[in-house]
C-alpha cells in the first residue's frame, strides 16, 4: 500500500498522518483518546481497493502537536482541518470506541461534509454511552491478580503519581479483555503509546458534553451505520440505543468479536462502509 503524508495546521499545532488508495474519501478516527492511531492501519489495509483513505494523529502524541485544548470542540474543529488539508469537500467518517463517538458529534456540527459515518463498537451517545458497563466487563474478564496489577497502575497514573509508562502496561495487561476470546487476542501492537493528559482532559469534555449530543442525535441527517462486536466489552446496547435517536440509522451485530472487529472478522469494516454509500 503506498502512503503519502500529509499536515494539517490546526489551532494551537499540526495533526500529521498519511492517505492511500483512490476513490470516494474515507477518514478514519482512532480510539483512545489520547491512544496512537496506528492500531487502525488494518481497516485502512480494508478500505484503499476503492476507497481514499486518510488516518491521522489526534493531538496530545507524535507525529501531531502535544498540545491541547483536549476537548470535543476542539477534536471536531481538528476534523474539519484535516479535511481541509486534504482538499475534500466531503468524506465518510469512520471510527472506532472514542473515535466513534466523536464521529457522532461531527455528525452534530458538520453533516454538510459528511456522505455518512460508521461507528465500530463505538462509546455510544445515550446515558453514559456504555462506559460504566464497559469498564465492569474489561475487569471482569480479567484474572484476579492481573486485574489488581493493572487496576493499581492505572490509578497511579490517572492520579498523577504515575507515568505513561504506567498506564501503557496497564492497557497491556487487560489487551485481552478487548477480545471475544481472552485466550486468543491479537497482540498489543509495538508501537502502542498514549498520552495521559489527552486521555484524561478528553474524557472530561466528553462526559460534560453527552447531555447535549443526545438531545442533538435526532437531528442529524447524515447516514449512520454502527457494528458492534457481540462479544466485545462495549455492550451493544451502546450502539443500539445510540442508532434508535438517529432517523434512519442501522446496527449490525457482528458474532465472533470483540472490541476490534476487523482483526477477528476481516471484511466487515469493508462491507459496512459499502451499505452507507450504496444507500
Request: net charge negative; charged share 20%.
Amino acid at each position: 500500500m503506498s502512503r503519502r503524508d500529509f499536515e494539517a495546521p490546526v489551532r494551537n499545532g499540526v495533526l500529521r498522518g498519511w492517505v492511500a488508495g483512490a476513490g470516494r474519501p474515507v477518514l478514519l478516527l482512532h480510539g483512545g483518546p489520547g491512544m496512537s492511531f496506528t492500531y487502525m492501519d488494518e481497516v485502512a489495509d480494508e478500505l484503499v481497493d476503492g476507497y481514499e483513505v486518510a488516518t491521522y494523529q489526534q493531538r496530545g502524541l507524535a507525529p501531531s502537536s502535544l498540545d491541547g485544548p483536549f476537548d470535543v470542540a476542539t477534536h471536531v474543529e481538528d476534523i474539519a482541518g484535516v479535511l481541509d488539508a486534504l482538499g475534500w469537500d466531503r468524506t465518510t467518517l469512520v471510527g472506532n470506541s472514542w473515535g466513534g463517538h466523536l464521529a457522532l458529534h461531527a455528525a452534530v456540527a458538520m453533516g454538510d461534509r459528511l456522505d455518512g459515518v460508521l461507528c465500530i463498537d463505538p462509546l455510544g451517545g445515550v446515558g453514559d454511552g456504555g462506559e460504566k458497563e464497559f469498564e465492569a466487563a474489561m475487569f471482569a474478564r480479567t484474572p484476579e491478580d492481573v486485574r489488581e496489577k493493572a487496576a493499581a497502575l492505572d490509578a497511579r497514573a490517572m492520579a498523577g503519581e504515575g507515568t505513561p509508562e504506567d498506564a501503557l502496561e496497564s492497557l497491556r495487561l487487560v489487551w485481552p479483555a478487548y477480545y471475544a476470546d481472552w485466550t486468543a487476542p491479537h497482540e498489543m501492537p509495538a508501537t502502542m503509546t498514549l498520552s495521559l493528559d489527552a486521555y484524561a482532559r478528553s474524557f472530561e469534555s466528553l462526559h460534560e458534553e453527552l447531555p447535549r449530543l443526545t438531545s442533538s442525535l435526532p437531528s442529524v441527517t447524515t447516514p449512520v451505520g454502527f457494528l458492534a462486536g457481540a462479544g466485545s466489552p462495549m455492550p451493544v446496547t451502546a450502539s443500539t440505543a445510540t442508532a434508535a435517536a438517529i432517523p434512519g440509522a442501522w446496527t449490525e451485530i457482528v458474532e465472533d468479536a470483540g472490541h476490534f472487529i476487523w482483526l477477528e472478522q476481516p471484511g466487515r469494516i469493508r462491507a459496512a462502509v459499502d451499505r452507507l454509500h450504496d444507500a
